[in-house]
């Protein structure tokens, strides 16, 4: 079983930056792709990024050119730094895991979720 440990949300002013980041542990084979998505209130939920084991990203177009996601293989841990944010980008941001247990089982784990909130 994977578990995820999101950190780094928390309040921002308006034009501000965060970096948030998620450390998978646990039973893990291959982690195969992780990624960031967010939830704001009364909306569902979206992808803002993923960055499979061999560095390829794949951004939400409408989240390409502020949010840059990165990966850590050696540390299982993946990066989101957000740049210019603005009240529409408060959420709950949730990192994903997709990955193989030791048996080879491929499953999806989501994190707890962290809250980003923009304002002044």
């Known amino acids: 079983q994977v578990q995820l440990v999101e950190s780094g949300g928390g309040l921002v002013q308006p034009g501000g930056s965060l970096r948030l980041s998620c450390a998978a542990s646990g039973s893990i084979g291959s982690i195969y792709a992780m990624g960031w998505y967010r939830q704001a209130p009364g909306k569902q939920r979206e992808l803002i990024a993923i960055v499979t084991k061999s560095g390829y990203t794949n951004y939400a177009s409408s989240m390409k050119g502020r949010f840059t996601i990165s990966r850590d293989n050696a540390k299982n841990t993946v990066h989101l730094q957000m740049n210019s944010l603005d009240a529409e980008d408060t959420a709950v941001y949730y990192c994903?895991?997709?990955?193989?247990?030791?048996?080879?089982?491929?499953?999806?784990?989501w994190g707890q979720g962290t809250q980003v909130t923009v304002s002044s």
């Open positions: 994903k895991c997709t990955a193989s247990d030791y048996t080879g089982r491929v499953s999806d784990t």
